[in-house]
Each structure stands twice: as C-alpha cells, then as structure tokens.
C-alpha cells in the first residue's frame, strides 16, 4: 500500500504558463523529494494595463509525493 501527499504552490514566470509551472516545480524540488507528477489547476496573467501586454505568467499547481515510511 502507498500513501501520497498534495502541496499546493504557484509559480510565476514572464516567459510562459509553462515556464511557471517549471519554476514552482524548481523549488519544490530543493526540499521536497521524490515528486511523481504535478496538475496545474488555474493559469491566470498580470496584464499591462496601458500596453494590453502580459506581464507575468502564473500558475497554481498540485505536487504530489510518496510519503516515507
């Protein structure tokens, strides 16, 4: 029987949504360890309001893990 646990995190990138989702999954990896997938539950932007430009990416992900026994 295995057990996995969920963290949420968000990502920011000004580049790419997917950019963001590498970013936040870079982090995750310097403390979290044996990461087996993450879902990228909402993709929003920060917008230049004068130039209608994106300025930022974002991305809010679901890391899941093995939990050690």
């Known amino acids: 029987m295995s057990v996995a646990k969920i963290v949420e995190l968000v990502g920011s990138s000004n580049k790419s949504w997917e950019d963001a989702a590498q970013v936040a999954l ?7 360890h044996g ?9 929003t932007a920060k917008v230049d309001s004068k130039t209608g430009k994106i300025q930022e990416y974002r991305v809010c992900v679901k890391l899941s893990f093995g939990v050690e026994r």
Not at 26 to 32: G, H, L, M, S
């Open 26 to 32: 870079n982090e995750a990896i310097k403390t979290i």
């Open 35 to 43: 990461i087996r997938g993450i879902e990228v539950t909402d993709m």
